[in-house]
Nanobody, 116 residues
Framework: VQLVESGGGLVQAGGSLRLSCAAS????????MGWYRQAPGKQRNVVAG????????NYADSVKGRFTISRDTAKNTMYLQMNSLKAEDTAVYFCMYLGVGGQRYWGQGTQVTVSS
């Protein structure tokens, strides 16, 4: 499975961005997907997750009510809509696909910078 993120950039506080994660390869074995982020000098943390059928989602407390994770099966793409962005949302965002055997596939990351 290969993942390519896009949609990052520089935005003012209070603004919005939508990240995309396009998947290719053997995605039939994927059971869940998610978005993670890593700020400079900090560990990578989960932001949001979604099951492959889209029936369940979960969010980190810090983004609840502001971020929405979704996926388009036909396009093999996952999204993260980010609204009301804050300076503390600044990080490199990574998408991750989880395989049925526990394999984790990662994208290369996309930078999100929120100016205050």
């Amino acid at each position: 499975v290969q993942l390519v993120e896009s949609g990052g950039g520089l935005v003012q506080a209070g603004g919005s961005l939508r990240l995309s994660c396009a998947a290719s390869g053997s995605t039939f074995s994927i059971v869940a997907m998610g978005w993670y982020r890593q700020a400079p000098g900090k560990q990578r943390n989960v932001v949001a997750g979604i099951t492959s059928d889209g029936s369940k989602t979960n969010y980190a407390d810090s983004v609840k009510g502001r971020f929405t994770i979704s996926r388009d099966t036909a396009k093999n793409t996952m999204y993260l809509q980010m609204n009301s962005l804050k300076a503390e949302d600044t990080a490199v965002y990574f998408c991750m696909y989880l395989g049925v055997g526990g394999q984790r596939y990662w994208g290369q990351g996309t930078q999100v910078t929120v100016s205050s």
